[in-house]
Protein backbone atom coordinates (compact mmCIF):
# COMPACT_ATOMS: atom_id res chain seq x y z
CA UNK A 1 0.00 0.00 0.00
CA UNK A 2 2.97 2.41 0.73
CA UNK A 3 4.71 1.44 -2.01
CA UNK A 4 1.35 2.14 -4.23
CA UNK A 5 0.70 5.68 -2.60
CA UNK A 6 5.04 6.61 -2.91
CA UNK A 7 4.37 5.92 -6.93
CA UNK A 8 1.21 7.79 -7.29
CA UNK A 9 2.22 10.87 -5.31
CA UNK A 10 5.52 10.42 -7.72
CA UNK A 11 3.64 10.14 -10.93
CA UNK A 12 1.36 13.07 -10.16
CA UNK A 13 4.50 15.48 -9.21
CA UNK A 14 5.78 14.42 -12.52
CA UNK A 15 2.84 14.45 -14.56
CA UNK A 16 2.46 18.56 -13.04
CA UNK A 17 5.87 19.86 -13.69
CA UNK A 18 5.53 18.33 -17.25
CA UNK A 19 2.53 20.32 -17.91
CA UNK A 20 4.45 23.48 -16.59
CA UNK A 21 5.43 25.60 -19.51
CA UNK A 22 9.23 26.40 -19.58
CA UNK A 23 8.42 28.83 -22.22
CA UNK A 24 5.15 30.76 -22.73
CA UNK A 25 3.20 29.72 -25.67
CA UNK A 26 3.36 32.22 -28.70
CA UNK A 27 -0.19 32.14 -29.26
CA UNK A 28 -1.11 33.68 -25.88
CA UNK A 29 2.18 35.35 -24.56
CA UNK A 30 3.34 36.43 -27.43
CA UNK A 31 5.24 39.69 -25.99
CA UNK A 32 3.60 43.86 -25.59
CA UNK A 33 5.65 46.70 -24.49
CA UNK A 34 4.99 49.63 -22.90
CA UNK A 35 4.58 51.72 -26.40
CA UNK A 36 5.44 55.27 -24.27
CA UNK A 37 8.00 53.75 -21.86
CA UNK A 38 11.87 55.86 -22.98
CA UNK A 39 14.47 53.79 -22.40
CA UNK A 40 16.07 56.82 -20.22
CA UNK A 41 12.36 55.98 -18.00
CA UNK A 42 13.00 51.80 -18.07
CA UNK A 43 16.95 52.52 -16.90
CA UNK A 44 15.79 55.12 -14.17
CA UNK A 45 16.36 53.14 -10.69
CA UNK A 46 12.80 52.47 -9.07
CA UNK A 47 11.44 52.60 -12.45
CA UNK A 48 9.28 49.16 -12.10
CA UNK A 49 8.65 49.61 -8.76
CA UNK A 50 7.37 53.73 -8.72
CA UNK A 51 4.06 55.44 -9.48
CA UNK A 52 2.43 55.15 -12.49
CA UNK A 53 -0.43 57.58 -14.14
CA UNK A 54 -1.85 55.20 -16.31
CA UNK A 55 -1.79 52.29 -14.40
CA UNK A 56 -4.11 53.74 -11.85
CA UNK A 57 -1.60 54.99 -9.31
CA UNK A 58 0.39 51.45 -9.18
CA UNK A 59 2.97 51.19 -9.67
CA UNK A 60 4.17 49.75 -13.59
CA UNK A 61 4.54 46.06 -11.88
CA UNK A 62 1.04 45.82 -10.68
CA UNK A 63 -1.08 43.46 -12.17
CA UNK A 64 -4.31 42.67 -11.01
CA UNK A 65 -4.98 39.21 -9.35
CA UNK A 66 -8.10 39.06 -11.73
CA UNK A 67 -5.46 39.44 -14.86
CA UNK A 68 -3.04 36.80 -13.16
CA UNK A 69 -6.12 34.32 -12.74
CA UNK A 70 -6.83 34.90 -16.35
CA UNK A 71 -3.63 34.05 -17.36
CA UNK A 72 -3.52 30.64 -15.39
CA UNK A 73 -7.36 29.95 -17.02
CA UNK A 74 -5.61 30.36 -20.19
CA UNK A 75 -2.80 28.03 -19.89
CA UNK A 76 -4.02 25.59 -17.45
CA UNK A 77 -8.46 25.57 -18.50
CA UNK A 78 -8.32 26.97 -14.06
CA UNK A 79 -6.31 28.28 -11.68
CA UNK A 80 -3.85 25.93 -10.09
CA UNK A 81 -4.24 24.68 -6.65
CA UNK A 82 -0.65 26.24 -5.45
CA UNK A 83 -0.57 29.31 -7.64
CA UNK A 84 2.87 29.92 -5.37
CA UNK A 85 4.75 27.75 -7.78
CA UNK A 86 4.29 30.15 -10.46
CA UNK A 87 4.93 33.93 -11.00
CA UNK A 88 2.46 35.32 -13.49
CA UNK A 89 5.77 36.59 -15.75
CA UNK A 90 6.36 39.39 -17.58
CA UNK A 91 7.96 37.53 -21.49
CA UNK A 92 9.58 40.71 -21.78
CA UNK A 93 10.32 42.02 -18.85
CA UNK A 94 9.25 45.79 -17.12
CA UNK A 95 12.94 46.68 -17.20
CA UNK A 96 13.06 46.03 -20.63
CA UNK A 97 10.01 47.66 -21.57
CA UNK A 98 7.82 45.03 -21.31
CA UNK A 99 3.66 45.58 -20.29
CA UNK A 100 1.10 44.32 -18.14
CA UNK A 101 -0.84 43.13 -20.84
CA UNK A 102 -1.92 39.52 -20.90
CA UNK A 103 -0.01 38.76 -23.79
CA UNK A 104 3.17 39.73 -22.61
CA UNK A 105 2.26 37.41 -19.62
CA UNK A 106 2.49 34.15 -18.29
CA UNK A 107 2.85 31.40 -15.75
CA UNK A 108 6.07 30.60 -14.93
CA UNK A 109 7.20 28.06 -12.40
CA UNK A 110 9.45 28.25 -10.01
CA UNK A 111 9.86 24.32 -9.65
CA UNK A 112 10.56 23.35 -13.27
CA UNK A 113 14.86 22.45 -13.66
CA UNK A 114 16.73 23.47 -15.12
CA UNK A 115 14.79 26.55 -16.54
CA UNK A 116 12.64 28.78 -14.31
CA UNK A 117 11.10 31.93 -13.12
CA UNK A 118 14.71 32.17 -11.19
CA UNK A 119 16.96 31.50 -14.19
CA UNK A 120 15.18 34.21 -16.12
CA UNK A 121 15.07 36.76 -14.05
CA UNK A 122 19.09 36.62 -13.91
CA UNK A 123 18.45 36.83 -17.70
CA UNK A 124 15.87 40.29 -17.18
CA UNK A 125 19.16 41.36 -14.62
CA UNK A 126 21.65 41.36 -16.90
CA UNK A 127 20.25 42.45 -20.07
CA UNK A 128 18.76 45.52 -18.32
CA UNK A 129 22.17 46.21 -17.12
CA UNK A 130 23.62 46.04 -20.45
CA UNK A 131 20.63 48.34 -21.25
CA UNK A 132 22.10 51.00 -18.78
CA UNK A 133 25.54 50.89 -20.02
CA UNK A 134 24.31 51.17 -23.85
CA UNK A 135 22.89 54.60 -22.46
CA UNK A 136 25.27 55.90 -20.53
CA UNK A 137 28.26 55.41 -22.74
CA UNK A 138 26.46 55.56 -26.67
CA UNK A 139 23.06 57.49 -25.81
CA UNK A 140 19.70 57.30 -26.58
CA UNK A 141 19.41 56.02 -30.20
CA UNK A 142 21.89 52.92 -29.39
CA UNK A 143 20.26 52.06 -26.07
CA UNK A 144 16.86 51.97 -27.81
CA UNK A 145 18.15 49.64 -30.29
CA UNK A 146 19.39 47.64 -28.21
CA UNK A 147 16.47 47.41 -25.86
CA UNK A 148 14.70 46.32 -29.11
CA UNK A 149 16.56 43.84 -30.01
CA UNK A 150 16.63 42.55 -26.52
CA UNK A 151 13.14 42.48 -26.66
CA UNK A 152 13.06 40.82 -29.83
CA UNK A 153 15.32 37.77 -28.74
CA UNK A 154 13.30 37.51 -24.97
CA UNK A 155 9.94 36.83 -26.89
CA UNK A 156 11.70 34.60 -29.49
CA UNK A 157 13.53 32.48 -27.34
CA UNK A 158 14.48 33.60 -23.72
CA UNK A 159 16.52 30.42 -23.17
CA UNK A 160 18.85 31.06 -26.28
CA UNK A 161 19.12 34.27 -25.11
CA UNK A 162 19.57 32.94 -21.40
CA UNK A 163 22.62 31.01 -23.15
CA UNK A 164 24.31 33.83 -25.22
CA UNK A 165 24.19 36.82 -22.38
CA UNK A 166 24.52 34.85 -18.94
CA UNK A 167 25.93 31.46 -19.19
CA UNK A 168 26.09 27.73 -21.56
CA UNK A 169 24.00 26.42 -18.17
CA UNK A 170 21.34 27.52 -15.80
Not at 26 to 49: D, K, S
Not at 101 to 112: C, M, V
Not at 115 to 122: I, L
Request: charge should be neutral; aromatic fraction near 10%; glycine fraction near 6%.
Amino acid sequence: MRKTTLLLFLFSTLTIKADDPVKPDPHLTPGAIFTTATVEQICTPGYANGSDVSNAGHGVRYVPRSVKWKVFKAYFGSVPDKTGNYEVDHLISLELGGSNDPKNLWPESYLSDPYNAHVKDRLENKMHTLLKHCLAEKGHAEATALMKKFQQEITTDWIAAYHKYVSPTP
